[in-house]
């Protein structure tokens, strides 16, 4: 059974003993965020006509599936994070030998971040539905830092949360939901928005949640 918790017990709470607990006991394509193909990111990564060879950053990775399409179409340069060292352990496992040979796996805390301060000039961050579950300003203020600090001279950051209309849970979490010009604020006048969209992702359930995509470039 999933514990739920208030926006103001979640500033205190242990987010990684919650995330390994969820990789641990639930198979990944049962999950409610498991995408098979995750169409909506590829789309918008195809939009930044990066070098192949340019540094992805994936926040709060999870066992996704975009690694193994990103190294599918040949990029080769990729920095896997999550804060469930479970969650990476199975994401790895999926990938073969070659695979996870070009595939950099960081454990660590996007809101207390430690081994991630040593990251530089990444030409695209990409997160899908990680940064709303960070619901105090505190969180949400050392996420945006790390994005700054890390993120090379007209770098892209493809953002993809929770849209207003959309749940305000999620495995037992309470969320903080976006829409464009909220993320378009956090970012600062620094970060160009090129697109956005809202996206209906269809859970392995069958049920729906709603989302805003959005892809934006620093200026500098």
């Known amino acids: ?27 990944v394509n049962s999950l409610g965020w498991y995408e098979e193909n995750p169409e909506a990111s590829l789309q918008l990564i195809e939009e930044c006509n990066l070098e192949k060879d340019a540094l992805i950053f994936n926040a709060g990775a999870g066992a996704t ?27 790895k496992n999926n990938l073969c030998t070659q695979e996870g040979a070009q595939v950099k796996f960081i454990v660590d805390d996007l809101t207390a971040p430690t081994e991630l301060l040593k990251i530089k000039n990444v030409d695209l961050w990409h997160d899908r539905a990680v940064l ?20 090379s001279p007209n770098g892209f950051v493809i953002l993809a949360e929770f849209n207003l209309v959309g749940a305000k849970k ?51």
Request: proline share 1%; net charge negative.
């Open 132 to 151: 709303h579950f960070f619901t105090s300003e505190k969180q949400q203020n050392s996420y945006f830092d790390l994005i700054k600090k890390v993120l």
């Open 1 to 27: 059974m999933i514990e739920k918790f208030s926006k103001n017990d979640q500033q205190e709470y242990d987010f990684q003993k919650h995330w390994n607990k969820a990789y641990q006991n639930t198979s």
């Open 170 to 220: 999620c495995s037992g979490l309470d969320v903080y939901n976006y829409n464009e010009e909220m993320l378009q604020d956090r970012l600062g006048d620094n970060f160009l928005l090129l697109k956005s969209f809202n996206y209906s992702y269809i859970q392995p359930s069958g049920n729906t949640r709603e989302y805003v995509y959005t892809l934006f470039q620093r200026k500098e």
């Open 65 to 91: 599936t975009l690694i193994k399409k990103l190294l599918e179409n040949d990029y080769s340069n990729i920095i896997v994070n999550d804060i469930s060292a479970s969650a990476l352990s199975i994401l």
